[in-house]
């Protein structure tokens, strides 16, 4: 299944409140599409509970018995598209973000201009080895333990505009703020290494038995809200740059060490 689709039957799920995890048969749908939709609906539906709760409109007049029954009806509506925009957005596994809760923060850097704002990539190194070594589910254990450490890291943060996402695999992509390129390179590097802390940690006790540090590489780069594509390719030659010269580092982008 392709990366821009959802699972058959979520939208059937979401249009009739019912839990994605009921089966159901339909077309696959576009991420993006289902997304703008439930963000319509959303808004709709806090209307109508904004309405309600001031008793006026279509429902001036209405018995308060009546009222309290279709707020109670509105809230869970708007509770579970809610849901359903989370889940939609983020990993299940880890809670990070999934690569449509990427794309819409990407979205939202073109649209709001933060200043300051950085992407890191991080690689895991030596994958393939260390899934031979430690076997397919211990390593993934420790995927969701780094994705949740490090997710942990970046909410204590106080930038509004923060994100781990995990769009395939064991890569890892962060965005946060800093105020200048020292700190940022200062930062991802704490990040990166609590990330792969938690890597080991996360194998380890999926064992039962101490472990070799598993290491991570990452790149880091400035992000221009008007060239967020130039920031993330530089982003991933920097962890690629990484990689080539010793694993376990961080490396900034040409444009950070002029």
């Given at each position: 299944?392709?990366?821009?689709?959802?699972?058959n039957?979520?939208?059937?799920?979401?249009?009739?409140?019912?839990?994605?995890?009921?089966?159901?048969?339909a077309?696959?749908?576009?991420?993006?599409?289902?997304?703008?939709?439930?963000?319509?609906?959303?808004?709709?539906?806090?209307?109508?509970?904004?309405?309600?709760?001031?008793?006026?409109g279509?429902?001036?007049?209405?018995?308060?018995?009546?009222?309290?029954?279709?707020?109670?009806?509105?809230?869970?509506?708007?509770?579970?598209?809610?849901?359903?925009?989370?889940?939609?957005?983020?990993?299940?596994e880890?809670?990070?973000?999934?690569?449509a809760g990427?794309?819409?923060?990407?979205?939202?850097?073109?649209?709001?201009?933060?200043?300051g704002?950085?992407?890191?990539?991080?690689?895991?190194?030596?994958?393939?080895?260390?899934?031979?070594?430690?076997?397919?589910?211990?390593?993934?254990?420790g995927?969701?333990?780094?994705?949740i450490?490090?997710?942990?890291?970046?909410?204590?943060?106080?930038?509004?505009?923060?994100i781990?996402?995990?769009?395939?695999?064991?890569?890892?992509?962060?965005?946060?703020?800093?105020?200048?390129?020292?700190?940022?390179?200062?930062?991802?590097?704490?990040?990166r290494?609590?990330?792969?802390?938690?890597?080991?940690?996360?194998?380890?006790?999926?064992?039962?038995?101490n472990?070799?540090?598993?290491?991570?590489?990452?790149?880091?780069?400035?992000?221009?809200?008007?060239?967020?594509?130039?920031?993330?390719?530089e982003?991933?030659?920097?962890?690629?740059?990484?990689?080539?010269?010793?694993?376990?580092?961080?490396?900034?982008?040409?444009?950070?060490?002029?």
């Amino acid at each position: 299944m392709s990366e821009d689709k959802v699972p058959n039957g979520l939208e059937d799920a979401v249009k009739a409140g019912i839990p994605s995890g009921v089966p159901y048969t339909a077309p696959e749908t576009d991420v993006t599409t289902l997304l703008a939709e439930l963000r319509e609906r959303h808004a709709h539906k806090a209307n109508v509970v904004r309405e309600l709760s001031l008793g006026r409109g279509l429902y001036e007049n209405l018995p308060h018995d009546t009222l309290a029954f279709l707020m109670t009806e509105a809230w869970v509506d708007l509770i579970l598209i809610k849901d359903s925009i989370y889940w939609l957005t983020h990993d299940p596994e880890t809670g990070s973000a999934n690569k449509a809760g990427l794309d819409e923060a990407l979205e939202l850097v073109k649209r709001v201009r933060p200043q300051g704002l950085y992407v890191m990539y991080t690689d895991v190194d030596d994958m393939t080895k260390n899934n031979e070594k430690y076997g397919h589910p211990a390593m993934n254990e420790g995927l969701k333990a780094r994705g949740i450490a490090m997710s942990n890291m970046l909410r204590r943060c106080e930038d509004y505009l923060v994100i781990f996402a995990r769009p395939h695999g064991d890569e890892g992509i962060a965005l946060f703020q800093a105020p200048d390129h020292p700190a940022a390179i200062s930062f991802g590097n704490r990040l990166r290494i609590v990330g792969q802390e938690a890597l080991t940690n996360g194998v380890a006790e999926y064992l039962s038995k101490n472990i070799r540090p598993i290491t991570i590489s990452a790149g880091i780069a400035w992000v221009h809200p008007e060239n967020i594509p130039h920031a993330i390719e530089e982003a991933d030659q920097a962890v690629h740059h990484s990689k080539r010269n010793g694993k376990n580092q961080i490396t900034a982008s040409p444009e950070m060490t002029e």
